[in-house]
């Protein structure tokens, strides 16, 4: 069965450094999407990516935050600059489109800034 | 705004008991609403959905009732196994490709 994956699992980094978390959604998946959790906290939308631009995005998105899909299969998360609450779980989610809503998640990028 | 509440956050049931979950929402334009599993240091994974026309789904031990007009939603497991040891999410959409609003989610713990 198709899966989203994610690279890195775990990134550890120094506040103020840039990180860029990659997902590959799944094959033929239109909609791409951007989620993180706060350790023991709910899951938090952050941006949504349709043809080839930003459809939505929430307050936690400001601009230090950008999407973007280099390559046409990778869909990227950059932090320009991390701060300390940026440490979270970092899930990319992928969806097929074509009326369908079913959101399939990724394994999740743990971000630990220090 | 656009909120979800779940309850309970934690629940512990016998094995073979039900565990039932409730979630409301607040934005009546919502018409989606999945159900994700979530276990340790994994990602979500979708276990049933429905649609805003429907008031009822079951899929084998797993069923989700919706109340439209009272903005509630609900998961019923039937017969529970330790293997549904897990944290469970309910969402809302206004599905058309929309964001997902997460509840807060619910520790459900199985005890053989």
């Known amino acids: 069965e198709p899966e989203v994956t994610q690279t890195p699992s775990h990134q550890v980094t120094q506040m103020g450094q840039e990180v860029i978390l990659r997902c590959v959604p799944i094959s033929n998946h239109l909609y791409f999407y951007w989620y993180r959790q706060i350790l023991g906290q709910k899951v938090e939308f952050l941006v949504s990516?349709?043809?080839?631009?930003?459809?939505?995005k929430s307050e936690i998105f400001d601009d230090q935050f950008s999407v973007e899909r280099p390559d046409g299969s990778n869909f990227t998360l950059k932090i320009r600059s991390t701060k300390l609450e940026d440490s979270a779980m970092y899930f990319c989610?992928?969806?097929?489109?074509?009326?369908?809503?079913?959101?399939?998640f990724g394994p999740g990028t743990r971000l630990t800034v220090l | 705004g656009e909120n979800v509440e779940q309850h309970p956050s934690t629940l512990s049931v016998q094995e073979g008991d039900s565990a039932v979950i409730k979630c409301t929402y607040s934005?009546?334009?919502?018409?989606?609403f999945p159900w994700y599993k979530q276990e340790l240091g994994k990602g979500p994974q979708l276990i049933i959905d429905i649609r805003s026309n429907v008031g009822e789904k079951k899929d084998q031990r797993i069923a989700v009732t919706l109340n439209k007009a009272a903005k509630h939603f609900s998961l019923h497991i039937t017969e529970t196994q330790p293997e549904d040891s897990a944290v469970y999410f309910c969402?809302?959409?206004?599905?058309?490709?929309?964001?997902?609003?997460f509840g807060q989610g619910t520790e459900l713990s199985v005890k053989p």
């Open positions: 969402a809302a959409s206004k599905g058309q490709g929309g964001k997902l609003i």
């Open positions: 990516f349709y043809n080839n631009e930003i459809s939505e």
């Open positions: 989610a992928t969806l097929l489109a074509g009326g369908l809503d079913t959101q399939y």
């Open positions: 934005d009546s334009a919502s018409n989606y």
